[in-house]
Nanobody
């Protein structure tokens, strides 16, 4: 069974930076697309960024130019570098991974536990 573990959230001042990490663990699987969603209280869930296994990326308009998604396929880990943070970036960030389980012979999507990012002075 594949699991995702996130790290890197916390409190940062406006204009600051944070880097989130999300590592997949398990056995006999292949990870394809990985990405990050966020959801703030009272707001809809927003897709922040995605990255394919080959490195193609997509970003929400709200974070383009400030956030960078990257991955290390050897470590099955995805990162989200967040710069020039704004109070409106405050949210719980969840990573996800789409892949294939070579033991169960099926596709899957798994989610991280979520990490809180708070941007405040």
């Amino acid at each position: 069974q594949v699991q995702l573990v996130e790290s890197g959230g916390g409190l940062v001042q406006p204009g600051g930076s944070l880097r989130l990490s999300c590592a997949a663990s398990g056995s006999r699987f292949r990870i394809d697309t990985m990405g990050w969603y966020r959801q703030a209280p009272g707001k809809e869930r927003e897709l922040v960024a995605t990255i394919t296994r080959g490195g193609s990326t997509n970003y929400a308009d709200s974070v383009t130019g400030r956030f960078t998604i990257s991955r290390d396929n050897a470590k099955n880990t995805v990162y989200l570098q967040m710069n020039s943070l704004k109070p409106e970036d405050t949210s719980v960030y969840h990573c996800y991974a789409d892949g294939y389980d070579n033991r169960a012979y099926n596709d899957f999507r798994v989610w991280g536990q979520g990490t809180l990012v708070t941007v405040s002075s």
